[in-house]
């Protein structure tokens, strides 16, 4: 893209030039091509600053739903409302249907159909129970039915969530082979037509 901004700024210059000077070509030839060049420009930045918008959106709505998600803590026999961000390993929380699970553990207690959606995309809920393979939970999912007490495994901070605030907020798109190809076509032509002017 600088390739494309120098040469945007040199058609500027030329199409101005050829105001007072035709014999640098016609001036509706230039304006076109600088035309063509300047909304190429345009057209690039504004791509690059949607994707970055969405990867923020992303990352702001993910940290919400670890901040904003309540827990209900047993301490003892009595059930205490917390903040999810405030659980930390080895502590036992309680959820029943429609409740969202505040952190990642081990169902220690029931049985429950969980919707993964979030996590895994796959819109089928999932049963996961106490003492067998498929006793774990994960955080943002949601219990669609039943109940669970569940034994928190992750310290604050090392939860599945946040690794992907972390995944998501320094994300950067890997390229395409296409778009290395081209990358390279281009700057072998950049370097030629520079070598012949």
Known sequence: MFTVEVATAVMLFVTLYSIVNPSQGSFGYNIAVFFILFITLLFANFAEAIAEARGKAQADSLRKTREETPAKKLEGNKIVAVSSSQL???????????????????????????????????????????????????????????????????QPGESFLDKMIALVEGASRQKTPNEIALTILLAGFTLVLSLCV
């Open 88 to 154: 930390k390993k080895g502590d036992v929380f309680v959820c029943e249907a429609g409740d969202i699970i505040p952190s990642d553990g081990e169902i220690i207690e029931g049985l429950a159909s969980i919707d993964e959606s979030a996590i895994t995309g796959e819109s089928a809920p999932v049963i996961r129970e106490a003492g067998g393979d498929k006793s774990s939970v994960t955080g943002g999912t949601k219990v669609l039915s039943d109940h669970i007490k569940v034994m928190v495994t992750t």
